[in-house]
């Protein structure tokens, strides 16, 4: 008869209870219950009889009551998405009281001492959801500075219309590359180190070390532009008498190097207090954004009661005057107001002031009131102009160059200056991924959390742009710092119940930022130093005895000193945005070349990608860099290039598995197959030199300098195999041969020589010889010549294998149709390190080869060891020839073959040349005259000596 079986699941990733529920009731169990393992409290009684019995008879879960109690209230289930186990509300509020935005390296490094100074091993069990985890960081980096001090400036300077541009390429590419990062982040584990990781993995060490250190570069100078977003706070907002200076900029420095250096102390101290604020800095930016929504819909209510002041159509700062208008009527008497004598003075009144009228706006005439319309389009001006309402009647008037309360344009503006400065505000895409290591569930935190955070930022910053436009007056919007309106942020004076909370919380806001910059960038280098592909930072990756990064932080430290001097959050902007936009171009790139190779390693859990995503992306980013600057992008992609040259030459090697390797394995495979399916031209021909090296008895390579002289010919522009081979069986000689590649690549390597190396092991050398003549290389990639060294003791009888040896692989070089190139001396040739001063390269064109023994001299000539020798031509003929005649004509053949050299013909008798040397000598003769014969033009001989060359 069938048996039922009720089966109950252990735990799903919807939440373990609803499981549980749905099984009848039954509790989430642990792995030791599910393979039978008994609990402490048994084990504690002693065996049970009978539990063997029972265990058989149910091969499930115990739903026995007497049991049943034991699982109440235990949180058991294999995994379990916070908020999903009871009760909800004291859940979440403790996670929300455990929340830190901190990375995973900077617990451990806060963790890593007790309270008795005494190191111990903190076992980290990742407990971090999607929701605290991932979503809640991004939005925190995401979320900041620009919303608070310079989006309602956009909105003013570049009209709706233009900031909703702005903001939609600047979301479009960090969604594109969240995508992009999403499927590497789920192909596998994402250590601590987030897009350096990830770029490095993928891309290699070159790249991961470059984009590793513009991404170090763009967080550092995030630290700058957060801190003199503080300061800017504090001396404009907070404590406006506080400015030690006429100079805005100079007073930014100062008070910006003493809050950097303050807050250098609090990180070197320990991040453990900066860790303890993480949640306060988040209510921070919440509730700000809360009363700004709050008052946008306080607006359709009741309007705010601040005005702003214009003079014609020019804006007025009102912080000092009270009253907008030229007299006031007190106690039925007519007086001046502030206004007055502040453009009248002692004397006569400014003509501006005497011609136009006074008028009174609202700050903010609401949603209803149609200043949409006005707000649509930008307004754009040079730096010093006045800040001006176009559709304000006014009388123009010669300026008296007093120092009038007017509101100016501190910088000129222009849209891809915006663009620049906007784009930090959707940086901090890569929160999530930067805290791997604490996440529960990291391949399906990432992808949903990132993408969630930066479509809820997205939907904020769009809407808060409508809303600005919608809600400002327009000459209230492009007042960057608010003096039209009492000094007061205009975002602020939007917001409900108070200008204070977007003052207290942007505060603090920048404040967290800048610590957190200032926590993650020096572990970011320490981690980069300690995968040592570069030499120069290894000092970096040493710290403190708790492991903190106390060399990585001074130099944290030094950089973002650098960014405060600029003295001026416009001005750093638009660096910070350059280095983060090219970490995240090479992010797509990644991602794209890794989908286009199909390696069999590239499986990402995340499924919603695409290359050609990656691809826009990619073009995305390179897009906004010259859009943003283009001075600057050149600066960030020389920085880059830079940084990749010297780890490709200096760097230490690292074997990632990257998929620059599989790009190149793939477009060798294409270029193999491409140079199979077309014959090779003659004029693509070059020496691809196989070089036969002999190996001592210690398996060193016994003539080096053959392969200086191969290095000295080019060949490495061509192929070049070096190989040997060993006598005996693989299956004795197999280690032997691995030695003896190892030290033909160190030989190799000592020499500069770009190749192949190869040891094969034969019964015997002629066997193993005519083996490589046969079989190295690959496809097209074979090999058109051969280099030996003149064998040694030929001639000793006792020796005679040598010379049979030699004898065979010149029958068998020249069977296959093959250059044959003998070294004799070769320990006598110049070395790589030697410079001939003088000499001569001569060579005996006795018999007529096509130009190849030409070839080779030209080659030596390239090279700096040969390079000031000359090289002479020699050839035969008989006493009765026409010397003088074949001398001119084969000048006229090296003129077209475009080679410098000296023709000498050496006259011979008859009895000392061969028949055959003596015909193929004269061929280049015969066809002379009979292209005179033919009476052909000049090109056309010039071809025809050509198809000589090519034929022959």
Same mark, same amino acid.
């Given at each position: 008869?069938?048996?039922?079986?009720?089966?109950?699941?252990?735990?799903?990733?919807?939440?373990?209870?609803?499981?549980?529920?749905?099984?009848?009731?039954?509790?989430?169990?642990?792995?030791?219950?599910?393979?039978? $393992? $008994?609990?402490?409290?048994?084990?504690?009684?002693?065996?049970?009889?009978?539990?063997?019995?029972?265990?058989?008879?149910?091969?499930?879960?115990?739903?026995?009551? #007497?049991?049943?109690?034991?699982?109440?209230?235990?949180?058991?289930?294999?995994?379990?998405?916070?908020?999903?186990?009871?009760?909800?509300?004291?859940?979440?509020?403790?996670?929300?009281?455990?929340?830190?935005?901190?990375?995973?390296?900077?617990?451990?490094?806060?963790?890593?001492?007790?309270?008795?100074?005494?190191?111990?091993?903190?076992?980290?069990?990742?407990?971090?959801?999607?929701?605290?985890?991932?979503?809640?960081?991004?939005?925190?980096?995401?979320?900041?500075?620009?919303?608070?001090?310079?989006?309602?400036?956009?909105? %003013?300077?570049?009209?709706?219309?233009?900031?909703? =541009?702005?903001?939609?390429?600047?979301?479009?590419?960090?969604?594109?590359?969240?995508?992009?990062?999403?499927?590497?982040?789920?192909?596998?584990?994402?250590?601590?180190?987030?897009?350096?990781?990830?770029?490095?993995?993928?891309?290699?060490?070159?790249?991961?070390?470059?984009?590793?250190?513009?991404?170090?570069?763009?967080?550092?100078?995030?630290?700058?532009?957060?801190?003199?977003?503080?300061?800017?706070?504090?001396?404009?907002?907070?404590?406006?008498?506080?400015?030690? /200076?006429?100079?805005?900029?100079?007073?930014?420095?100062?008070?910006?190097?003493?809050?950097?250096?303050?807050?250098?102390?609090?990180?070197?101290?320990?991040?453990?207090?900066?860790?303890?604020?993480?949640?306060?800095?988040?209510?921070?930016?919440?509730?700000?954004?809360?009363?700004?929504?709050?008052?946008?819909?306080?607006?359709?209510?009741?309007?705010?009661?601040?005005?702003?002041?214009?003079?014609?159509?020019?804006?007025?700062?009102?912080?000092?005057?009270?009253?907008?208008?030229?007299?006031?009527?007190?106690?039925?008497?007519?007086?001046?107001?502030?206004?007055?004598?502040?453009?009248?003075?002692?004397?006569?009144?400014?003509?501006?002031?005497?011609?136009?009228?006074?008028?009174?706006?609202?700050?903010?005439?609401?949603?209803?009131?149609?200043?949409?319309?006005?707000?649509?389009?930008?307004?754009?001006?040079?730096?010093?102009?006045?800040?001006?309402?176009?559709?304000?009647?006014?009388?123009?008037?010669?300026?008296?160059?007093?120092?009038?309360?007017?509101?100016?344009?501190?910088?000129?503006?222009?849209?891809?200056?915006?663009?620049?400065?906007?784009?930090?505000?959707?940086?901090?895409?890569?929160?999530?991924?930067?805290?791997?290591?604490?996440?529960?569930?990291?391949?399906?935190?990432?992808?949903?959390?990132?993408?969630?955070?930066?479509?809820?930022?997205?939907?904020?910053?769009?809407?808060?742009?409508?809303?600005?436009?919608?809600?400002? #007056? %327009?000459?209230?919007?492009? *007042?960057?710092?608010? /003096?039209?309106?009492?000094?007061?942020?205009?975002?602020?004076?939007?917001?409900?119940?108070?200008?204070?909370?977007?003052?207290?919380?942007?505060?603090?806001?920048?404040?967290?930022?800048?610590?957190?910059?200032?926590?993650?960038?020096?572990?970011?280098?320490?981690?980069?130093?300690?995968?040592?592909?570069?030499?120069?930072?290894?000092?970096?990756?040493?710290?403190?005895?708790?492991?903190?990064?106390?060399?990585?932080?001074?130099?944290?430290?030094?950089?973002?000193?650098? %960014?405060?001097?600029?003295?001026?959050?416009?001005?750093?902007?638009?660096?910070?945005?350059?280095?983060?936009?090219?970490?995240?171009?090479?992010?797509?790139?990644?991602?794209?070349?890794?989908?286009?190779?199909?390696?069999?390693?590239?499986?990402?859990?995340?499924?919603?990608?695409?290359?050609?995503?990656?691809?826009?992306?990619?073009?995305?980013?390179?897009?906004?860099?010259?859009?943003?600057?283009?001075?600057?992008?050149?600066? =960030? &992609?020389?920085?880059?290039?830079?940084?990749?040259?010297?780890?490709?030459?200096?760097?230490?090697?690292?074997?990632?598995?990257?998929?620059?390797?599989?790009?190149?394995?793939?477009?060798?495979?294409?270029?193999?197959?491409?140079?199979?399916?077309?014959?090779?031209?003659?004029?693509?021909?070059?020496?691809?030199?196989?070089?036969?090296?002999?190996?001592?008895?210690?398996?060193?390579?016994?003539?080096?300098?053959?392969?200086?002289?191969?290095?000295?010919?080019?060949?490495?522009?061509?192929?070049?195999?070096?190989?040997?081979?060993?006598?005996?069986?693989?299956?004795?000689?197999?280690?032997?041969?691995?030695?003896?590649?190892?030290?033909?690549?160190?030989?190799?390597?000592?020499?500069?020589?770009?190749?192949?190396?190869?040891?094969?092991?034969?019964?015997?050398?002629?066997?193993?010889?005519?083996?490589?003549?046969?079989?190295?290389?690959?496809?097209?990639?074979?090999?058109?010549?051969?280099?030996?060294?003149?064998?040694?003791?030929?001639?000793?009888?006792?020796?005679?294998?040598?010379?049979?040896?030699?004898? #065979?692989?010149?029958?068998?070089?020249?069977?296959?149709?093959?250059?044959?190139?003998?070294?004799?001396?070769?320990?006598?040739?110049?070395?790589?390190? *030697?410079?001939?001063?003088?000499?001569?390269?001569?060579?005996?064109?006795?018999?007529?080869?096509?130009?190849?023994? &030409?070839?080779?001299?030209?080659?030596?000539?390239?090279?700096?060891?040969?390079?000031?020798?000359?090289?002479?031509?020699?050839?035969?003929?008989?006493?009765?020839?026409?010397?003088?005649?074949?001398?001119?004509?084969?000048?006229?053949?090296?003129?077209?073959?475009?080679?410098?050299?000296?023709?000498?013909?050496? #006259?011979?008798?008859?009895?000392?040349?061969?028949?055959?040397?003596?015909?193929?000598?004269?061929?280049?003769?015969?066809?002379?005259?009979?292209?005179?014969?033919?009476?052909?033009?000049?090109?056309?001989?010039?071809?025809?000596?050509?198809?000589?060359?090519?034929?022959?």
């Amino acid at each position: 008869m069938p048996t039922n079986f009720t089966v109950v699941p252990v735990g799903d990733a919807e939440g373990s209870g609803s499981s549980a529920a749905a099984a009848g009731g039954s509790k989430p169990v642990s792995l030791g219950e599910i393979f039978g $393992e $008994e609990d402490d409290e048994d084990n504690s009684q002693g065996p049970h009889p009978g539990d063997d019995l029972q265990r058989e008879s149910t091969p499930f879960i115990n739903t026995d009551d #007497e049991r049943e109690h034991y699982y109440e209230g235990k949180n058991m289930a294999l995994f379990e998405e916070e908020m999903d186990s009871n009760p909800m509300v004291s859940s979440l509020l403790n996670k929300l009281a455990n929340y830190t935005n901190l990375t995973q390296g900077v617990r451990e490094h806060e963790e890593a001492e007790n309270e008795d100074g005494v190191r111990r091993v903190a076992v980290m069990v990742p407990q971090m959801g999607t929701f605290i985890g991932v979503y809640l960081p991004c939005m925190q980096n995401i979320l900041g500075v620009i919303l608070f001090l310079r989006l309602t400036w956009i909105v %003013g300077t570049a009209g709706i219309l233009g900031t909703f =541009a702005i903001v939609s390429m600047c979301c479009i590419c960090t969604l594109l590359t969240a995508i992009s990062m999403s499927a590497i982040a789920t192909n596998g584990v994402v250590p601590a180190g987030g897009s350096y990781y990830m770029i490095s993995r993928s891309l290699g060490p070159e790249f991961g070390g470059a984009v590793g250190l513009c991404f170090y570069l763009g967080t550092t100078f995030a630290g700058s532009m957060y801190i003199l977003g503080t300061i800017e706070i504090l001396l404009t907002y907070v404590v406006p008498t506080a400015p030690m /200076f006429n100079e805005v900029s100079n007073n930014m420095r100062v008070y910006g190097t003493c809050c950097l250096l303050l807050m250098a102390l609090v990180v070197f101290v320990g991040v453990k207090y900066v860790n303890k604020l993480s949640l306060v800095f988040l209510a921070c930016v919440a509730l700000s954004i809360m009363a700004t929504y709050a008052g946008v819909i306080k607006t359709l209510i009741e309007l705010p009661g601040i005005n702003v002041c214009l003079l014609g159509n020019r804006s007025l700062k009102n912080d000092k005057f009270d009253t907008c208008a030229k007299t006031e009527l007190v106690k039925n008497v007519t007086v001046t107001t502030d206004l007055w004598r502040l453009f009248c003075g002692n004397a006569t009144c400014d003509d501006y002031f005497a011609l136009n009228n006074l008028t009174e706006l609202r700050a903010i005439p609401g949603l209803l009131s149609g200043v949409i319309k006005d707000n649509l389009w930008g307004d754009y001006g040079p730096a010093d102009t006045h800040i001006e309402k176009k559709s304000q009647p006014s009388v123009q008037a010669k300026d008296s160059g007093r120092n009038l309360p007017y509101v100016f344009n501190d910088i000129a503006t222009y849209f891809t200056l915006l663009v620049g400065i906007y784009f930090p505000s959707v940086t901090g895409i890569m929160a999530g991924s930067n805290r791997s290591g604490d996440l529960r569930d990291a391949q399906r935190s990432i992808p949903v959390g990132t993408i969630m955070a930066i479509l809820t930022t997205s939907f904020i910053y769009i809407s808060c742009v409508v809303l600005f436009g919608a809600c400002i #007056e %327009g000459v209230v919007l492009r *007042d960057k710092f608010g /003096f039209s309106v009492k000094t007061n942020p205009v975002i602020g004076i939007l917001a409900w119940p108070s200008p204070w909370v977007i003052v207290i919380g942007s505060f603090f806001s920048c404040c967290g930022a800048g610590l957190q910059s200032l926590t993650g960038a020096p572990r970011l280098l320490q981690a980069i130093a300690r995968d040592g592909i570069i030499p120069f930072l290894q000092v970096f990756g040493h710290g403190k005895a708790n492991d903190e990064p106390t060399w990585a932080l001074l130099l944290t430290v030094g950089i973002c000193e650098i %960014g405060i001097l600029i003295g001026s959050l416009d001005a750093v902007a638009p660096i910070l945005s350059m280095f983060f936009l090219m970490c995240y171009l090479f992010v797509n790139l990644a991602c794209a070349v890794q989908t286009l190779l199909r390696a069999p390693n590239w499986r990402p859990r995340f499924k919603f990608y695409h290359w050609t995503l990656s691809f826009l992306g990619m073009s995305l980013c390179l897009s906004l860099m010259f859009i943003s600057s283009w001075y600057y992008a050149l600066v =960030a &992609m020389v920085i880059a290039g830079c940084l990749y040259k010297y780890i490709e030459y200096r760097g230490a090697v690292k074997e990632w598995g990257d998929g620059i390797r599989g790009l190149s394995l793939n477009a060798a495979r294409y270029a193999l197959i491409r140079l199979e399916e077309v014959p090779l031209h003659t004029k693509n021909w070059r020496p691809q030199v196989l070089v036969l090296c002999k190996l001592d008895s210690d398996l060193v390579v016994k003539h080096p300098r053959l392969l200086s002289f191969t290095t000295q010919l080019k060949a490495g522009k061509g192929l070049t195999i070096v190989s040997s081979v060993l006598e005996g069986t693989f299956m004795a000689r197999g280690n032997d041969a691995k030695t003896g590649d190892k030290n033909l690549k160190t030989a190799m390597a000592a020499e500069k020589m770009k190749g192949f190396s190869h040891v094969v092991v034969s019964s015997n050398l002629r066997d193993g010889f005519s083996l490589l003549i046969q079989s190295a290389g690959l496809g097209g990639m074979k090999h058109n010549a051969v280099l030996m060294a003149w064998p040694t003791g030929w001639g000793q009888a006792r020796d005679s294998s040598a010379r049979r040896n030699f004898i #065979e692989t010149v029958r068998e070089t020249t069977a296959a149709q093959q250059a044959l190139l003998v070294a004799k001396n070769i320990d006598h040739f110049p070395g790589n390190h *030697d410079r001939l001063k003088e000499g001569t390269i001569d060579v005996w064109w006795i018999v007529h080869d096509g130009g190849l023994l &030409m070839l080779l001299p030209f080659l030596l000539s390239q090279h700096k060891v040969w390079r000031k020798c000359k090289m002479r031509i020699f050839t035969v003929a008989h006493m009765e020839d026409n010397s003088i005649q074949m001398k001119k004509d084969l000048q006229m053949f090296l003129y077209h073959l475009r080679l410098d050299a000296v023709v000498e013909v050496v #006259e011979m008798h008859e009895s000392d040349i061969s028949a055959f040397t003596y015909e193929k000598t004269l061929v280049m003769e015969q066809r002379s005259q009979m292209l005179k014969q033919m009476q052909l033009s000049r090109t056309e001989r010039e071809r025809e000596i050509q198809s000589i060359t090519d034929v022959s």
